[in-house]
């Protein structure tokens, strides 16, 4: 039994826009079997970059209200899957290459594993996959950590 006082473990959760609810649930089974255990749900916009501790798009003129609404809707829906489950959860928008930033994220929380999905179907998906690579593989690749990779075959909203 673990001491009162003990370190609160943490399951990073990679996020992201139109994501088949299934990983956040996988997470909540982890979370739950592991407990006690803090969810940190986080969508990493590659799209963004963090100039002088603000947020901006890449592009200037492409940041505009639906981005926000996109990030807080991501956000509420995130966060009652994973509270409506019991978990203890947090979300969280960072900027930049997924890999390097949930990797980062999950050092700088002591995490005890990372939990992402398979890529959505499609070329656009495909193409993107192809050119930056698959986000689950290269994050097996670089973690010492486990890498959880939750199947999403057929789940995706055509």
Known sequence: ??????HLSSIIVGIIPG?????IEKACEMAASMAPVKLHLVYVDPTLVKE?????????????????????????????IARGAGADADY???????????????????AVMIVVGTRERGALAALQEWVNGSVSVRLAHTQHIAVLTVPLADEYDD
Not at 19 to 23: E, F, G, N
Not at 52 to 69: A, F, K, N, Q, Y
Not at 94 to 108: C, I, S, T
Request: proline share 8%; hydrophobic share 30%.
């Open 1 to 6: 039994m673990q001491h009162p006082t003990a």
């Open 19 to 23: 994501q088949p609810d299934r990983v």
């Open 52 to 80: 002088d501790g603000h947020i901006e798009p890449l592009d200037p003129d492409s940041m505009g209200v639906t981005e926000r609404d996109n990030s807080k809707q991501l956000s509420e829906h995130a966060l009652k």
């Open 92 to 110: 969280h928008l960072l900027v930049g290459d997924p890999v390097k930033e949930l990797a980062e994220f999950a050092r700088e929380h002591d």
